[in-house]
């Protein structure tokens, strides 16, 4: 059975979301006064943040900046985690049209919604373009205002927000490649798997939270969070990577096997491919190709199953957070926050959705 969320995430993300909606809100108010078209962008931020997520990232950057002797609830923690999921919100959005995703979080993807409204409206031009276009732009809008709650951050946060951010795009652009190029090689998926979420989901918010909170302790403290977060962050992507194949779709709001339909280059389908018989193996090679069916997904699920890549990456996920939870255990953090990082290890790791 998959653990519960850890009570602690609820407080976190409470503040978390009534900070982004005091800040929606206003830019809404803002903005719709100037022309009331520009309330749908807003509105479209506010409904994604809104539409669920585990709030995740704004929990591990107040854990970093409580281990650093920072205070429970503190504004730039909150201010820090609210920018996490503005930054996230903004991949979702260029992640749905590079993916050409129809459905978010069980709702229609903002190009799928654009594009719609386009055609009732019977508006000039493509209406894919007018879609793909007012949804990259809503993303960006979100890259914008995550920049803006972090405006009285220390330069040495400044600095790894910058890295984190190029990291980001870095792992997104690996992605993109490597689903054109079919990319079955281990080593470059797990690659993809760290840059593109890993690091900037579990890593990243640790580091910025603790130099938040005491900028003068990064040469201590971030090696000592990075020790954690670095085999936690591939682990949650992993864990990510069984569930784009296998979860069901009323769990992660996406259709069953959406990375296998998309032909995303993760670590399970590069385990598959090297673990598979040539049956297997030519059953694998259909990962990805137009019009994959609910039954060629599944004969797909089967073989990775039946060749073992599924359980030796069940084995590696366990792996990695044990690595994780030794390193954070020896970590020279306050208790409170040893003992909160070690239970969302379980967490991330064995989550369901």
Known sequence: MAPRPPSSLRPIAERVDARLRSLLDAERTRWAALDPDLARPVDEIARLVGAGGKRLRPAFCHWGFVGAGGADGDGRAVDAGAAFELLHAFALFHDDVMDGSATRRGAPTAHVAYEADHGRAGWAGEARRFGEGAAILIGDLAFVYADVLLA???????????????????????????????????????????YKSGRYTIERPLQLGALLADPGRGDALLPALAAYGLPLGDAFQMRDDV???????????????????????????????????????????????PGMTDADVARVQDAIRACGALEELEATIARLTDEAVAAVRRAPIA???????VELAGYVSWRSV
Do not use: M
């Not at 946060?157 to 795009?169: C, G, K, Q, S």
């Not at 993109?176 to 993809?192: C, K, M, P, T, Y």
């Not at 979860?247 to 998309?262: F, I, M, Q, S």
């Not at 208790?335 to 990082?341: I, M, N, Y």
């Open 152 to 194: 009285g951050a220390p330069p040495a946060a400044w600095a790894l927000w910058h890295e984190l951010r190029i990291e980001l795009n870095v792992g997104q652009y690996l992605d993109v490649l490597g689903s054109a190029r079919r990319e079955r090689r281990r080593d470059a998926a797990e690659r993809i798997c760290r």
């Open 243 to 289: 569930l784009g194949a296998f979860g069901e779709t009323a769990e992660t709001g996406k259709p069953v096997g959406d990375d296998l339909r998309e032909g995303k280059p993760t670590p399970l389908l590069a385990i598959a491919t090297a673990r598979a018989t040539p049956a297997q193996r030519a059953v694998l090679e259909t990962v990805g190709r």
């Open 335 to 341: 208790p409170a926050a040893r003992d909160a990082l």
